[in-house]
């Protein structure tokens, strides 16, 4: 399409076609008629052609986690990209609005306006939709179809027309997707958070004898929730070997010598080797329980 600009104003916007246009429109004939005036005319005419193909693959994106309400989490703070494509449907408007003058005017030029327009309704357009962030991440289709409707009269107002949107990820800053997993975990574990703990536990073990193996290593939060773990376990250890050392002991004199078996010493003995091992008993410990136990067995 051409926009037809006399003397300053917009006068006719032209589409695909062949015009025929008058002396005053024409400025060579405009030219040759004012020789009285030293050849230069008294008006300018300019003609101003706009591309109405689409605009693809215009990207789109959250530079910053933008802050949302959310049914399921009251708030989050939410990522998102995907692209867009437009077109120019109303070329007066968008030389009266965004061109003007200018000799070339790309779509480059525009790109900051657009991505901007974009951020500014992506809140109003979840907000619109009432869809949850759950939700919202695995419908990606109605997130795009709420932005669209919601961006198109923004487009409208300066000449173009909003041609498709899409979303191509909707997500969480690292350290909210990290919560968000531990509470999907605690959903599949269900309401037993004693079998949570204990699962918790068990999973901390490998990398504690890990870390006390192999001498660090690990960030200073990973070796604490490795050292907790270990202790908890070293507790829930020597509570077990304890009771079972003070029932060996506090026994009447006949029923020790009968109760204790040797299967029983040893295998006590196998678990403390292995808690000497990992570090969690001292050689020194350990020696004075294994004297201890041998004992038992005279």
Do not use: C
């Not at 006068?11 to 230069?40: C, I, R, S």
């Amino acid at each position: 399409m051409a926009l037809f600009v006399n003397e300053g104003q917009a006068a006719d916007v032209l589409g695909p076609g062949t015009y025929k246009l008058t002396t005053q429109t024409l400025p060579v004939l405009t030219y040759l008629k004012n020789w009285d005036k030293l050849f230069e005319s008294p008006f300018k005419s300019d003609v101003y052609f706009f591309s109405t193909r689409q605009q693809v693959d215009q990207k789109w994106g959250t530079p910053q986690p933008i802050t949302l309400r959310d049914a399921d989490f009251g708030a989050v703070r939410l990522r998102a990209f995907g692209n867009y494509s437009f077109r120019v449907v109303d070329p007066k408007l968008f030389h009266t609005e965004i061109s003007g003058t200018r000799e070339r005017y790309t779509t480059q030029d525009i790109d900051g306006q657009l991505r901007g327009l974009v951020l500014q309704n992506i809140s109003n357009a979840v907000a619109s939709s009432g869809i949850a962030f759950l939700d919202l991440a695995a419908n990606q289709l109605s997130f795009a179809q709420a932005l669209t409707h919601q961006l198109a009269p923004e487009f409208e107002k300066i000449g173009l027309q909003l041609e498709g949107m899409t979303v191509q990820n909707v997500s969480l800053p690292e350290e909210l997707q990290m919560v968000l997993d531990q509470k999907i975990g605690m959903g599949m574990v269900g309401k037993d958070m004693a079998q949570f703990m204990q699962y918790q536990t068990a999973q901390a073990i490998p990398k504690f004898a890990e870390g006390a193996a192999g001498g660090g290593g690990g960030s200073m939060a990973g070796d604490a929730m490795g050292l907790g773990a270990g202790v908890a376990l070293g507790q829930v250890l020597a509570q077990n070997l304890s009771a079972g050392l003070q029932g060996l002991s506090n026994p009447a004199p006949v029923a020790a010598a009968v109760g204790v078996r040797p299967e029983d010493v040893m295998a006590t003995l196998e678990k403390l080797g292995e808690l000497q091992a990992k570090g969690i008993l001292t050689q020194a410990e350990f020696d004075a329980k294994k004297a201890e136990l041998l004992k038992k067995l005279v």
